[in-house]
């Protein structure tokens, strides 16, 4: 039997081979650091090994070396996932995009960028915009996070209610497939139908399918919008929720509208000191871009229709500052309310009519199980996102806080929503997608990821409940 000391280094020695220009990482506080990403309620095992890649060659050596062996493997880019799908498996090596940083090309006549998997969303975005170029998507990780995975669980964002999220901008990806094959998908042209919609299909397949290591998107023009704020307090979240379905319902289509409630906002304010207002119970953030005449009346629609709902201190705000410092409080709200202890964050996503109700059953789960419950929300999507914070080492309170995740998700479902809007099933998710998907969809998900990996090694038990091969 071999000690598992000699395996470790055996296995390092090979991986380092491989993957030359890169890094192997077998230490204890490597290893554990790498065994999750940031949905830490999800179970989770260490690798045997962690390998920072910094080409697409390297990952198809490790893939096709990993196969020989039977060791599963587990794609990652930053880690900021929140519902498991970076989590280390049973004899799993972590493979990392996290070094293949470079934005490759950027076209500015046909609208294109082409980007490793490791570039951070912002980067992006940043080298879009010195050749004039935007590139929409922006979940609120969109600093930390990386566009590799952005694609892998198609992300959302705050600007998808009128934008779109990740796959809506996904032109083509490099793949290494479960065979160690590399192969390019999709186009660079602005139309193309030739085959199978393939580039789809791997947006959003969470790692189960393939590891993409290089993504092709399409950019809009930079110029043509003029951002204006529209903000607004209410006594509610029912009430901010009436605000949001009232918005819909007038069919307009705001650039963002996101909810933050009281305890998200203290949580922000005492971490960052923005100077919000310390009585706001909650705040709605709308945005329209449209230039000129009709953007102030957009403006002037929204403000009328808070303040129809019941919101109070509605204000509009055309300096982009003020626009951008409100907004900051929304992306900062997460990792606010973890310096208060483990978070348990929800992703659901309901009709926008039913924000109302659902905001509602958020609040009579939280009184239920006696536990507290933080909003955010992409509010204009229908995209809720209640965190559930339970104190360090509390078990009890970590019981009480899974039954209203449960029931939060029954209550989604509801109503006509799906269990998750962006974030990916994941592992915490699995559950929910096993009521959601019916059993034929199920099996054609089992079908598919036969058919292109029977070995069933990259990422195993994640994105739908499948069957494990190893």
Known sequence: MI?????????????????????????????????????EWAPFEAPLAVVLATSTTEVAAIVKYARKRGI???????????????????????VSLELMREVVEINVDERYAVAQAGVINDALREAAAAVGLWYPPDPASSAISTIGGNAATNAGGICCVKYGVTRDYV????VVLADGETV???????????GYDLTGLMVG??????????????????????????????????????????????????????LIDRTCLRAVDDWLQLGLPADAHVLLLAKV???????????????AIFTAAGGVDV?????????????????????????????????????RSAVPEMLSRIQASAARHDVVIANIAHAGDGNLHPLIIAPEGDLD???????????????????????????GVGLLKLPGAAVELEPRVIGMHQAVKDALHPDGLFNPGKAFPQTAKA
Do not use: W
């Open 3 to 39: 000690e598992p000391a000699v395996l470790t280094e055996t296995l390092s020695h090979d991986l380092a081979a491989l993957a030359p220009g890169g890094q192997v990482l077998t230490d204890d506080a490597s290893l554990a650091e790498y065994s999750h990403d940031d949905a």
């Open 72 to 94: 599963r493997i587990v794609p990652r880019g930053s880690g900021t996932g929140l519902s498991g799908g970076a989590n280390g498996v049973r004899n799993c090596i972590v």
């Open 171 to 174: 032109l083509g990806l490099t």
């Open 184 to 194: 390019h998908l999709g186009r660079r042209t602005a139309k193309g139908v030739t």
């Open 205 to 258: 397949s969470e790692g189960t399918l393939g590891i993409i290591t290089e993504v092709t998107v399409k950019l809009l023009p930079l110029a043509g919008r003029v951002e204006q704020g529209i903000i607004g307090y209410f006594p509610s979240l029912p009430a901010a929720g009436a605000a949001v379905a009232a918005v819909s319902s007038e069919g307009i289509v705001p650039a963002a509208l996101e």
């Open 289 to 303: 871009d449209e230039p000129g005449a009709a953007g102030r009346e957009l403006a002037d629609r929204v403000a």
């Open 315 to 351: 204000e509009q705000a055309a300096d982009s500052d003020d626009v951008a410092r409100l907004f900051l409080a929304r992306r900062m709200a997460y990792p606010s309310l973890e310096r208060l202890g483990p978070v348990l964050t929800e992703d659901v996503c309901v009709p």
């Open 397 to 423: 309170a970590k019981a009480r806080a899974k039954a209203a995740f449960d029931e939060i998700v029954d209550d989604c479902r509801a109503l006509g929503g799906t269990v998750t809007g962006e974030h």
